[in-house]
């Protein structure tokens, strides 16, 4: 067997973990891409990206569609999709998601506390008339910025 071949040779661990995180990371940010695109984006040979996808597809996070070249050219085009079409705007790490979504709403948390506080602050009557129409700017802010809601 010559290993030096592609169709034969196999990646290392470390190295199919790396192009794995690459191809998601590029259909995360890039949006649907067909094989050679993605092999270009991850600076993959096509037959390593494409035995990655094969496993990538067997999950939700990656979908193919098939759709007619732009050009009218015969054919098809095989598009890789990550989550039905999702484009972020960075790509996301997935083995850190769940700690990353955690930390997230700790600082939630702790943006609503202090959101309350602020609010107990400019509550209090003012001393001064500046002070007085400083607060009522913010207090005004805070109350009519779209989506705030009391924490729980």
């Known amino acids: ?26 259909l995360q940010t890039g949006g649907s891409q067909t094989l ?32 007619p070249h732009e050009d009218d050219s015969a054919g098809n085009k095989v598009m890789y999709t990550y989550c039905e079409g999702k484009v972020l705007p960075y790509p996301v790490k997935l083995k850190t998601l769940r700690s990353d979504i955690n930390e997230e709403m700790k600082a939630i948390s702790k943006t609503y506390e202090s959101l309350g506080e602020l609010r107990k602050l400019l509550l209090v009557p003012p001393s001064r008339d500046s002070d007085a129409e400083l607060k009522k700017y913010i207090l005004y ?12």
């Open 1 to 26: 067997m010559d290993w030096s071949c592609p169709m034969t040779a196999r990646l290392s661990w470390d190295e199919t973990s790396a192009l794995t995180e690459n191809i998601v990371a590029a």
């Open 141 to 152: 802010s805070m109350e009519s910025m779209p989506g705030q809601e009391e924490p729980c």
């Open 36 to 67: 050679p695109e993605l092999a270009v984006a991850c600076g993959s040979d096509e037959i390593y990206v494409s035995r990655v996808l094969d496993i990538l597809v067997t999950t939700p996070l990656v979908s193919v569609n098939v759709a």
